[in-house]
């Protein structure tokens, strides 16, 4: 059973840094993409970022420029780098995997995932 765990989150002032990490059990974590989505109240689930399991990435062009999503297979984690946050950068944050491969487009759909992690709430203040 594949299982994630955020962490990282909290409150910031805009113009600060987080680092969000997820710890990833149950499977070859070097073998698989991983994503990470937020969800802010009212609005939809939207992707943020993914990692190909060859290491290509793909950002959502709000975050571009100011987000950073690595892995470090020897740890089984994931990672999103946070820079120069914003007030609508508000949202819960989830870290994703997919049971399957698929080409790097398709990691922004929520519904090519699997698993999800419980989410962990990231806030910045103006």
């Known amino acids: 059973q594949v299982q994630l765990v955020e962490s990282g989150g909290g409150l910031v002032q805009a113009g600060g840094s987080l680092r969000l990490s997820c710890a990833a059990s149950g499977r070859t974590f070097s073998n698989y993409a991983m994503g990470w989505f937020r969800q802010a109240p009212g609005k939809e689930r939207e992707v943020v970022a993914a990692i190909s399991w060859s290491g290509g990435t793909y950002y959502t062009d709000s975050v571009k420029g100011r987000f950073t999503i690595s892995r470090d297979n020897a740890k089984n984690t994931l990672y999103l780098q946070m820079n120069s946050l914003k007030p609508e950068d508000t949202a819960v944050y989830y870290c994703?995997?997919?049971?399957?491969?698929?080409?790097?487009?398709?990691?922004?759909?929520?519904?090519?995932?699997?698993?999800w992690g419980q989410g962990t709430q990231v806030t910045v203040s103006s």
């Open positions: 994703a995997a997919p049971e399957r491969r698929y080409g790097l487009s398709d990691y922004r759909e929520p519904y090519n995932y699997n698993y």
